[in-house]
């Protein structure tokens, strides 16, 4: 808002009255004062039935409308505890409290999502390791066979290892069709249990070099889970792979 007459709503405001930003329209109060305002932008929560005005909005419907909350931004390098007892002091029934810029839930769920991206990553390495170690059990005479014709340890090693980065690469890209789908079905219900209403803007995040990091990870991971187990069929000696034979 940025002048008088425009107003900010929810999603669900919009939702409920059929409304895009942009559009103008009659609020009406109680004793018959009507007041034309527009719709400048959308907040992600709030009521269905609240709007937001500035000051002369509001009186213009209610003139002995009384403020019960206010925001105050300080100015940069400001003491906010000399504010805070100067606000007390000048009327006891005040009670001012800071906000600072940093979002404590935005913080939270970033740091969730960064701890269970990390807990997958390990188990899916896991994985791979435990992969390996069977294939490399399983192709014991192969890889015997393989030494015994001139194949170094390095070259087995890189032979398993691109192996498994292949299989990465595969499932990471059978993976994101399954990891945007999933997106679209969860947000939606977040959105309806939080009351929340999010902005296309902040749920078209799939774009080209958004999508390749993601399928570049399933290599790096399925790699890295890959190389301890190769490196340990690597250095197998002949007579031990091929004792069998």
Known sequence: MRRPGEVVASGRFLSKYGLRIGESFTLAAADGRHERVTLVGEVMSGPADWMRADWATVTALAPDAQANQYWVRLAPGADVGAYTKAVRAADPGLYPTEQTSVNAGVVTVISSASTLTLMLTVVAAMGVFNTVVLSARERRRDLGMLKSIGMTPRQVTV????????????GGILGL????????????????????????????????????????????????????PARAAARQTIARALRTE
């Open 159 to 170: 032979m398993m290892v691109v192996s498994m980065a292949g299989l990465g690469l595969v």
């Open 177 to 228: 069709p399954l990891g945007v789908a999933a997106y679209r079905v969860v947000i939606p219900m977040t959105e309806h249990s939080s009351h929340l209403a999010f902005p296309a803007r902040m749920l078209d995040v799939w774009h080209p070099w958004t999508v390749a990091p993601p399928a570049l990870a399933g290599v790096a991971i399925a790699a890295l889970g890959a190389v301890i």
